[in-house]
């Protein structure tokens, strides 16, 4: 069982940062990545990194957050600039290994205007 614990969400300011953080206890995934989920929305994919360092965004998040890792500390980030409120939701860490889809338990960010 693999388990992702997330931390780093909180309340911001429109324009503001925050950076995510997903600690797992295993790092042989295939793909890692964060997802948000607002009120009434469906989850929706923010970005990911695969295990050979490609990274993938939504359109609607490209030039504000960035994807990274630690391999040293199994460790993955999301550093989000210049945030809207849009970007409110709860945020879900995700990681995809060849054997299973494992989540974190979600944090909350919230974007005040």
């Known amino acids: 069982q693999v388990q992702l614990v997330e931390s780093g969400g909180g309340l911001v300011q429109t324009g503001g940062s925050l950076r995510l953080s997903c600690g797992a206890s295993?790092?042989?995934?295939?793909?890692m990545g964060w997802y948000r989920q607002a009120p009434g929305k469906q989850r929706e994919l923010v970005a990911d990194?695969?295990?050979?360092?490609?990274?993938n965004y939504a359109d609607s998040v490209k030039g504000r957050f960035t994807i990274s890792r630690d391999n040293a500390k199994n460790t993955v980030f999301l550093q989000m600039n210049s945030l809207k409120p849009e970007d409110a939701a709860v945020y879900y860490c995700n990681a995809k290994f060849s054997w299973g889809d494992y989540w974190g338990q979600g944090t909350q960010v919230t974007v005040s205007s």
């Open positions: 295993m790092f042989s995934f295939n793909v």
């Open positions: 990194i695969t295990r050979g360092g490609s990274t």
